[in-house]
């Protein structure tokens, strides 16, 4: 898996051991997203989803020690098997302001590798709050270990540019 | 309180002169006060205190006066909240997409010439 950092948010890139349209339905059929949806520590995912561009999906996330989360967004590309683009957000929730949407893009592409059809799926993540921005920019957190050192006490910095990492 | 654009304008500024990288980076190895953030620089103490407003300005670094010296400490706030975005996503897709790839390896004997994924969990 491959993370790239830009100016505004994470590129993650990795191939998937199965043909294109799995993953399109893997992405898109809500009996499906919610067996992979959320980070380790989800429990349970109820999902919806009107896959068209304008429609709507809703993710309810049980988490372990948080509760329960709910992310929505509305679809703004759709074009099978090759690129879906979402928006996300949290739910409103009486009390808590809800920050500007996200926007995620995904591609998918064919690769064959060891005589199998696999896929690439590239996913643009944007949602990097403005504040941060410049640091990223400056390099600042160019790598996790490089920032836990500079909180540390040595930091390197350098002039802004986009930074590539493997992982 | 100050126009969230104007602040990002203003972290924009302070990061991209190399002296106030540099000056940061050596407030991150401890508080300094202004004599010695111009020493390796060797320029005048009102040529450093300019840069220091504007590092300021962006929040990246706290003044507090010791008696007739001021103290320069960095801020790590707006830095880790830089880190803590992108450790998270970062985090957060790698997680999902093991368990991508979990769910794909369980469910790829479909029946030859089927060309969907078996639904319901596993």
Redesign the interface.
Known sequence: ?N?E?TDD??I?T?V????R???W??FT?P??VQ??????QTSSVRSTADVRVGGSYRNELDIDGVGTMVMIGTYTEVDPPNRLAYTMNCEPMAGMPQGPDQNITVEFTDVVEDGREKTQ?R?V?I????????????G??AS?KR?DK??A????????KRIKIE? | MVKQSALLDATFAALSDPTRRGILERLSKGERNVTELARPYRMSLPAVSKHLRVLERAGLIKRSRHGREHHIRVDPQPIQQARDWIALYAEVWQQQFDKLDAYLARTKDAAPGTRHAKKGKS
């Open positions: 898996m993370i950092r948010g994470v993650i990795r998937f051991d199965a043909p349209d799995r993953l339905t893997a059929d009996e499906i067996i992979w949806t959320g980070c380790a799926v996913l993540h949602g990097l709050p403005d504040e941060a921005k410049p640091f990223v920019q400056a600042v957190t996790f920032l500079a909180m006490g040595e930091w390197p910095l350098q002039s802004p992982a």
